[in-house]
């Protein structure tokens, strides 16, 4: 009986020590960070996400269940609703969990294309993985993902921030001719800086490690940018009007000076004014 309850002992301990939060050092730059991380093209953690994604799928199959965060997809769907087909651009979509949800809220009258923008090796591991379908879409680039449709709706779910180049990529998709813009779970603060988060891995994507896939819990680490919140205002202006502004979680990123809250904007595309001509 010691000898369990040792071990369970030291099970849990171990749990505990992989979803305890640590201090997220700040950096210089993405790049000094980067020196010190796994960071998102880590395969164990790529082939992760994507499994967590498929179970995710099924099992929302199966129940017909999820949990109220969930619905911040709704948000999105719901402000650009007003034709039989969606064209859905989804910048860092990881496993399609998005699509997924998407797809048991919507009428099957409404036809999706879903176009997710990844990682090279995220889409290497959907692909491997049999993800893809006539509607789940994948993509290395936002420019290969619209090259051939115009977009209804621009999504963007904790991903932005953890780019390279955040203000860039959120430029990119703000020059992207959609109707709607949508980031959230996002951090913002006054002055930009750059943190080396660490988390469980079992903390990313949806649900517990599928234990077919035979990956252990473990610590891992990958820099992110918590964004200047009137630069990012600027940038998403120059796509069009910000309809609303949500709250999302407060000092839900922190490091060993201070914390950060993330929020979520929705932007509609800003209507060009009309010109009258008259006849002379």
Same mark, same amino acid.
Do not use: C
């Given at each position: 009986?010691?000898?369990l309850?040792?071990?369970?002992? $030291?099970t849990?301990?171990?749990? =505990? @020590?992989? %979803?305890? +939060?640590?201090?997220n050092?700040?950096y210089?730059? &993405?790049?000094?960070?980067m020196?010190h991380?796994?960071?998102?093209?880590?395969?164990?953690?790529t082939?992760?996400i994507v499994?967590?994604? $498929?179970?995710?799928a099924e099992n =929302? @199959?199966? %129940?017909? +269940?999820?949990?109220?965060?969930?619905?911040?997809t &709704?948000?999105?769907?719901?402000?650009?609703?007003?034709?039989?087909k969606?064209?859905?651009?989804d910048?860092?979509?990881a496993?399609?969990?998005?699509y997924?949800?998407?797809k048991?809220?919507?009428?099957?009258?409404?036809?999706?294309?879903?176009?997710?923008?990844?990682?090279?090796?995220?889409?290497?591991?959907?692909?491997?993985?049999d993800?893809?379908?006539?509607?789940?879409?994948?993509?290395?680039?936002?420019?290969?993902?619209v090259?051939?449709?115009?977009i209804?709706?621009i999504?963007a779910?904790?991903s932005?921030?953890?780019t390279?180049?955040p203000y860039?990529?959120l430029t990119s998709?703000a020059?992207?001719?959609?109707k709607i813009?949508?980031i959230?779970?996002?951090p913002?603060t006054d002055?930009?800086?750059?943190?080396?988060?660490?988390s469980?891995l079992?903390?990313?994507?949806v649900?517990?490690?599928?234990?077919?896939?035979?990956?252990?819990?473990?610590e891992i680490?990958y820099?992110?940018t918590?964004?200047?919140?009137?630069?990012?205002e600027?940038i998403l202006?120059k796509?069009?009007d910000?309809?609303?502004?949500?709250?999302e979680?407060k000092?839900?990123y922190?490091?060993?000076?201070?914390?950060?809250?993330?929020?979520?904007y929705?932007?509609?595309?800003r209507?060009?004014?009309?010109?009258s001509?008259f006849?002379?």
């Amino acid at each position: 009986m010691k000898r369990l309850l040792k071990k369970l002992l $030291k099970t849990t301990l171990s749990s =505990l @020590s992989l %979803t305890r +939060s640590k201090h997220n050092n700040e950096y210089a730059s &993405f790049e000094e960070a980067m020196k010190h991380a796994d960071g998102y093209e880590d395969n164990i953690l790529t082939k992760v996400i994507v499994a967590k994604g $498929k179970k995710f799928a099924e099992n =929302l @199959s199966n %129940t017909k +269940s999820i949990d109220l965060l969930s619905l911040r997809t &709704f948000i999105g769907l719901a402000s650009t609703l007003n034709s039989k087909k969606l064209v859905v651009l989804d910048f860092g979509g990881a496993a399609g969990t998005h699509y997924f949800i998407a797809k048991s809220i919507l009428s099957n009258d409404i036809a999706l294309d879903w176009r997710v923008v990844e990682t090279t090796q995220m889409v290497k591991q959907a692909r491997i993985q049999d993800l893809e379908n006539n509607e789940l879409k994948y993509f290395e680039t936002i420019d290969n993902a619209v090259a051939d449709s115009e977009i209804d709706l621009i999504f963007a779910s904790s991903s932005i921030h953890y780019t390279p180049k955040p203000y860039k990529v959120l430029t990119s998709l703000a020059s992207i001719n959609a109707k709607i813009l949508m980031i959230t779970r996002t951090p913002f603060t006054d002055v930009s800086v750059v943190l080396l988060q660490h988390s469980a891995l079992s903390a990313n994507g949806v649900g517990e490690i599928p234990s077919e896939i035979g990956v252990s819990d473990k610590e891992i680490s990958y820099p992110v940018t918590i964004m200047g919140k009137q630069e990012v205002e600027a940038i998403l202006k120059k796509f069009g009007d910000i309809r609303l502004k949500i709250s999302e979680g407060k000092i839900t990123y922190s490091s060993d000076k201070r914390s950060f809250d993330m929020w979520g904007y929705v932007v509609s595309k800003r209507k060009e004014p009309e010109h009258s001509s008259f006849m002379q």
